[in-house]
């Protein structure tokens, strides 16, 4: 019964319309490979690279999440999104950390097209105009596609090699998804409120959100040389 309920929501409507871009998504070669231990280090690395630079946009893009969440809202609602903000703080710490280790210069990096496509959205997506219902559900998405994605690094069968671990448990831990079905919950009620236009809007965002991560883990398996 509840799961019929939990089913009826638009967010999991969209994840099925949207099978399989979302499975393109969350099962990427890229992925896999980490799963399988059979990840390039090259490629490990390249990714890295463009994904710091990916999270220091993201953080302005969570800000403005914060700034539009309803001042009635629950105070819990604010406290969510203030807990994704912060985590990006020791995430960056940890980002500059494992450079370090892998002997990666992060301020060296060129950014590559499909991470500047995303970046730029993200931008769009921080302007007053989109609204809240749009910009907390894009929130959930681009968090929950590295969470679905590193989970399967943790499975018991999976041979994610060692030095890995630490990244994968960043997003595929228990308590990220946690995090990740909180922002579900915000997301669906805010759509819940939220005039069709907006919904339609948000049912947009949605589908260029998967597109643009499936393009990122292409991107990162791609190291030229
Ligand atoms: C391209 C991309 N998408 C989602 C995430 C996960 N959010 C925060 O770290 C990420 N790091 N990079």
Redesign the pocket.
């Known amino acids: 019964m509840s799961g019929q309920l939990e089913n009826r929501t638009l967010t999991a409507e969209w994840l099925r319309q949207n099978h399989e871009l979302y499975t393109a998504a969350t099962n990427h070669s890229f992925i896999k490979s980490i799963r399988d231990g059979t990840i390039d280090v090259n490629n490990f690395k390249h990714w890295m690279e463009q ?1 710091y630079h ?2 220091r946009e ?1 953080v302005r893009f969570v800000a403005s999440v914060l700034q539009k969440v309803p001042r009635n809202a629950p105070e819990h609602d604010l406290d969510v999104i203030l807990g994704g903000l912060t985590a ?1 703080e020791s ?1 960056i710490t940890w980002f500059r950390k494992e450079a370090n280790f892998w002997q990666i210069f992060l301020e060296r990096v060129t950014l590559l097209q499909p991470n500047k496509d ?1 970046c730029e959205f993200l931008k769009e997506l921080e302007r007053e105009d989109t609204p809240y219902a749009a910009a907390v559900t894009a929130f959930w998405l ?2 929950l ?2 969470c679905a994605s590193f989970m399967s690094c943790l499975e018991e069968d999976a041979k994610t090699p060692y030095e890995l671990v630490s990244t994968v448990k960043r ?1 595929g831990s228990p308590e990220f998804h946690q995090y990740t079905l909180s922002l579900k919950k915000l997301a669906d009620k805010a759509l819940e409120n939220a005039s069709d236009a907006e919904q339609k809007q948000a049912q947009k965002i949605f589908v260029r959100i998967l597109e643009l ?1 499936l393009k ?1 883990w292409d991107m990162a398996g791609f190291v030229l040389g």
Do not use: R
């Open positions: 994904d990916f999270v993201l990006l995430e995303y681009i968090e596609v590295y997003w991560e990122f």
